[in-house]
Every structure is written in C-alpha cells, then in structure tokens.
C-alpha cells in the first residue's frame, strides 16, 4: 500500500444537550427588522454556528418573517451572555425574549388530549406486559376522551327550529314577486322623434 492515499476520520460525536445549551430562541421581533441587522446584532455577542430565521411559507403573510429566529453559538459561554445582554432589549418598537432553545421532546404541547393522558398515565401505572398501557390507564383515557367530546359538543349542536316563518323572509320568491316593479321591455326611451 501506498501512503500517498489520504486517512478520513470520522467526526467526533456531539451530544445533543450540548448543541441545546448554544441554542437561543429569540423572539417577539419587529416586522420591519431584516435578517442582516438581526445577524449582525447577534455576531456582537460571539461567533455564531447557526442562523435561521423563521419565515412564512405560504397564505397571507408569504415570505415574511414569522417573528422569531434560532441562533446557534459556540459555546454555552456566549450563548448565555447574549441571552442575557439581549433580553428585554428594544428592537424597532419591541422588546426581545431571548431563552435557551430546547427541544419538545419531553413536553406535550400541540398533542390531543387523549395522546397526553395517554403517555401520562403510561408513566405512572403498571404497564400490561400483553397491550402495553394498563386497564386503569385506557379507562383514564376514554373518560379524558368523553370529557373533551362534551366540552366541544357546543360547537356541533344545530336548532331545527325554523329561524323565521315561512314566506317571511326578504329573499323569498313569493315576496319578491309582489315588490317588484314592472320591467320596462324597451332598452331605453326616446322622448323625442328623430325627424
């Protein structure tokens, strides 16, 4: 073998709770504020990694900005000076909330209710080596189930009951047909003869 032939290594592995604590929620910005200022503000505080801004992908509101971003540090060190310099701080006509971005892996937010109690009682209760979640725990769930179908029975509900009388209302062909005024066949009238 020659050893004229280059040697990859593999990069070292990252912890992920690490990249969690150089990671920055900055949020509540302007509208009028451009990714470049926003860069350029948060280049101040340490060498960024990582920047992304959030934008609208489609509706109304396309290609702007959804009001928040993510900036990734070096280190935990100048991820936490910023957050600290930057919080609080009037931007345009806003004050910034800058946090440590963390993932949602642990919290259930966005979740139906049933998927909650769900992994909830999972938790908690003695888990059926044969379903997988215990009797106590499916119960739990199909009464967070009914309680949430009750509570938004509202919305479902329709009155059968006639909103008016019949022939009553202004759209009605029958009360139209009494209020209309006679149509004139000619397309315009002449008051005067041509000759």
């Given at each position: 073998m020659t050893s004229?032939?280059?040697t990859y290594l593999p990069a070292p592995p990252q912890d992920p709770n690490a990249a969690d604590q150089c990671r920055l929620w900055i949020g509540n910005l302007d509208p009028r504020v451009t990714e470049f200022a926003l860069l350029k503000i948060l280049q101040k505080f340490g060498n960024l990694l990582k920047f992304d801004l959030m934008y609208h992908k489609s509706g109304p509101d396309q290609g702007k900005h959804r009001g928040?971003?993510?900036a990734?540090?070096?280190n935990k060190e100048e991820a936490s000076y910023a957050c600290q310099c930057?919080?609080?701080k009037l931007l345009l006509s806003k004050n910034l909330s800058v946090k440590l971005a963390h993932s949602d892996k642990d919290q259930n937010i966005g979740l139906p209710l049933t998927v909650k109690v769900l992994k909830e009682?999972?938790?908690?209760?003695?888990?059926?080596?044969n379903s997988g979640l215990s009797r106590e725990s499916k119960i739990r769930a199909i009464e967070a189930k009914l309680r949430a179908m009750e509570?938004?029975?509202k919305d479902f509900t329709y009155s059968l009951a006639?909103?008016?009388?019949p022939g009553t209302s202004k759209w009605c062909s029958s009360q139209m047909a009494t209020t209309r005024k006679p149509q004139n066949t000619k397309p315009y009238r002449r008051t005067f003869s041509k000759r």
């Amino acid at each position: 073998m020659t050893s004229d032939m280059p040697t990859y290594l593999p990069a070292p592995p990252q912890d992920p709770n690490a990249a969690d604590q150089c990671r920055l929620w900055i949020g509540n910005l302007d509208p009028r504020v451009t990714e470049f200022a926003l860069l350029k503000i948060l280049q101040k505080f340490g060498n960024l990694l990582k920047f992304d801004l959030m934008y609208h992908k489609s509706g109304p509101d396309q290609g702007k900005h959804r009001g928040y971003c993510f900036a990734t540090y070096e280190n935990k060190e100048e991820a936490s000076y910023a957050c600290q310099c930057l919080d609080g701080k009037l931007l345009l006509s806003k004050n910034l909330s800058v946090k440590l971005a963390h993932s949602d892996k642990d919290q259930n937010i966005g979740l139906p209710l049933t998927v909650k109690v769900l992994k909830e009682d999972a938790k908690l209760s003695n888990i059926d080596s044969n379903s997988g979640l215990s009797r106590e725990s499916k119960i739990r769930a199909i009464e967070a189930k009914l309680r949430a179908m009750e509570e938004t029975q509202k919305d479902f509900t329709y009155s059968l009951a006639p909103a008016a009388a019949p022939g009553t209302s202004k759209w009605c062909s029958s009360q139209m047909a009494t209020t209309r005024k006679p149509q004139n066949t000619k397309p315009y009238r002449r008051t005067f003869s041509k000759r």
